[in-house]
């Protein structure tokens, strides 16, 4: 079996397996009758994306764009800063890790309203809650990975009387690309989760959470499905995003090959 074949049947049963339980969801639906109330037709569904294409457009912008995005970009960069540091200052893990921790520990559900309050209604507070989200598994893991060399390999490069920021530029961050490639890809969908999450307590006219809670509130759960669709959708993209980049710049890690 060649390369292609094997690309073709990762891209292929995927997408039939999709493809068959969208079928047997829209069968179910006619032949048990059940209320779009409670669950529309894939068909229904698929008709209310397509008659609301700019609703759906402007909900994406501001969700995904505007509040996903930017927190997952301040909260990811802040997370690899303060794991640098970390690794720098050893005596800084003791005192900074429980504070991460706690952080960590948050509820999304409390921490939404109070980010609304001091930013406002509009995207900052939703970026804020995101980059609070991903802020921890991109600290975890990028510790990790610098601390994934062994000493072999440290010693090698103090014989060639390499310094803390040589071995860290060298050595030590090329190590801990995989290791922060896994905390982005699980940033990603914590991104898009917390976004909408934290538009369900105060958002403007627009975004994809608020859609959900309002067309929720008018039974119209065609559009509910719609929004959740698209929201996977999105997830399902940027992960994929993220592990093709991972792929071109790892390309030398072991887990790449084959």
């Known amino acids: 079996m060649n390369r292609s074949d094997t690309q073709f049947e990762r891209i292929a049963y995927p997408v039939g397996f999709g493809l068959l339980v969208l079928l047997l969801w829209e069968i179910s639906v006619r032949v048990f009758g059940i209320s779009p109330a409670l669950l529309p037709a894939p068909s229904a569904i698929g008709a209310a994306i397509a008659g609301s294409v700019p609703i759906l ?22 997370g690899v800063a303060l794991a640098l540091v970390i ?18 520990a948050l509820p999304i559900v409390g921490l939404a309203p109070i980010m609304v309050m001091w930013f406002g209604f509009d995207w ?21 990975g610098l601390a994934a060399t062994d000493s072999m390999q440290r010693d090698l490069m103090r014989t060639y ?37 934290a538009e369900y307590f105060g958002s403007p006219i627009r975004g994809m959470g608020f859609r959900i ?46």
């Open 161 to 197: 009387s390499a310094g803390h920021i040589a071995t860290l530029l060298k050595l030590r961050i090329p190590a801990a690309l995989p290791f922060v490639f896994n905390g982005l890809k699980i940033a990603t969908s914590l991104a898009l989760i917390g976004a909408i999450v």
């Open 87 to 104: 690794d720098r200052f050893a005596f800084l893990k003791q005192g900074l890790m429980p504070v991460a921790n706690f952080f960590a």
């Open 124 to 144: 900052h507070s939703k970026a804020a809650v995101v980059a609070i989200m991903v802020f921890f598994p991109m600290l975890v893991n990028t510790l990790g």
């Open 213 to 258: 809670t309002t067309e929720m509130g008018r039974l119209a759960t065609d559009m509910v499905w719609a929004e959740i669709f698209i929201s996977a959708l999105t997830g399902t993209a940027l992960y994929g995003l993220v592990a093709l980049i991972e792929k071109r710049v790892t390309f030398w890690h072991p887990s790449q090959r084959g």
């Open 57 to 78: 457009w402007g909900d994406w912008v501001q969700t995904v764009i505007k509040g996903a995005m930017n927190g997952l970009w301040m909260g990811g960069i802040a």
